[in-house]
Structures are given as C-alpha cells and as structure tokens.
C-alpha cells in the first residue's frame, strides 16, 4: 500500500504564491509518475501536473507557465509550486502517485487551496 499526505493549501489572494507538498510512504515502484489533480464541487477531478520516474514532466496547459512540479526523492516527497494563482485555480488538490506497470492510481486526501480576488 501507498499512503500519500499533502499539506500546504491555504486561502491566498489572486497574484499570490504557494507550495503544496505531498509525503509518500510504504510501497515504491519502479515506473511511476507522482503529482498533483484537482477538483471542485460539481466536476470531475482534472489533471495539473506530474513527475515521471525516469525523468521529465508534463502540466495542464492551464497551468503550466504558472506552476511547477518537483520531487525530493530521497524523501519520497512531490510539490507543486504555484505562481500568479488566480481564482479559478481554487480547488482541493490530490496528490496521486501512478504505479505505470500496473496503470493502478493511488490518491491522497486532499488539501484545499482557495484563491480570493
């Protein structure tokens, strides 16, 4: 089993910056990806960004000249700094950890992070 907690999400304001952090323990892979999805009231869960094991990283294009994904791996930890966070950015955010060999999703419980204008 994985167990994945985030922390870091906060009531910011629209221009703000913020870090979340998700801490993974128990089993490891060989080929994975680890990173962050999003989802608000009504809607599917999106997603924002992700770490690949053998290197590289891909991003919403939402996103993706606002924030960036990176990885501690001696701490088995993933974070995703965001930037210029505007008020749809609001949501809580999953940290998710994907075992490629078995295409098997593994989810955190979420951090809420909520953007005022």
């Known amino acids: 089993q994985v167990q994945l907690v985030e922390s870091g999400g906060r009531l910011v304001r629209a221009g703000d910056s913020l870090r979340l952090s998700c801490a993974s323990s128990g089993r490891t892979f060989d080929r994975y990806t680890m990173g962050w999805f999003r989802q608000t009231p009504g809607s599917e869960r999106e997603f924002v960004a992700a770490i690949f094991s053998h290197g590289g990283s891909t991003y919403s294009d939402s996103v993706k000249d606002r924030f960036i994904v990176s990885a501690d791996n001696a701490k088995n930890t993933v974070f995703l700094q965001m930037a210029s966070l505007k008020p749809e950015d609001t949501a809580v955010y999953y940290c998710?950890?994907?075992?490629?060999?078995?295409?098997?999703?593994?989810w955190g419980q979420g951090t809420q992070v909520t953007v005022s204008s």
């Open positions: 998710n950890v994907r075992d490629m060999r078995r295409m098997y999703d593994y």
